[in-house]
Nanobody, 126 residues
Framework: QVLLVESGGGSVQPGGSLRLSCAASGYTYSRYCMGWFRRAPGKEREGVAAIYRDGSTSSADSVKGRFTISKDNAKNTLYLQMNSLKPEDTAMYYC????????????????????WGQGTQVTVSS
């Protein structure tokens, strides 16, 4: 059974940074695609960033240059480094894993992901 557990969320002022982590069990990060998604109040869930097994990534335009997705295969942990945070980044952030074939650039469409964590809240306000 695949279990994904996010951590690292919290409250931060605009311009601040956070690093989210997603620890997995029952799943081998090195083989497939992983992604970070977020859902802001009153909005649909959107794909923030994704990473393929070869390390190639894709990111939403709204976070390019500010957010970086990475993974540590040895620790089976996915990360999202978030810098220059803005109030519009406020959302519940979820990590997701795709079990099965994947491709590059890795997809950010939630329909391609099979497993989901419970989420971690990120709030950006002054």
């Amino acid at each position: 059974q695949v279990l994904l557990v996010e951590s690292g969320g919290g409250s931060v002022q605009p311009g601040g940074s956070l690093r989210l982590s997603c620890a997995a069990s029952g799943y081998t990060y090195s083989r497939y695609c992983m992604g970070w998604f977020r859902r802001a109040p009153g909005k649909e869930r959107e794909g923030v960033a994704a990473i393929y097994r070869d390390g190639s990534t894709s990111s939403a335009d709204s976070v390019k240059g500010r957010f970086t997705i990475s993974k540590d295969n040895a620790k089976n942990t996915l990360y999202l480094q978030m810098n220059s945070l803005k109030p519009e980044d406020t959302a519940m952030y979820y990590c997701a894993a795709r079990y099965g074939g994947c491709w590059t650039p890795p997809p950010r469409d939630e329909r391609f992901y099979n497993y989901w964590g419970q989420g971690t809240q990120v709030t950006v306000s002054s």
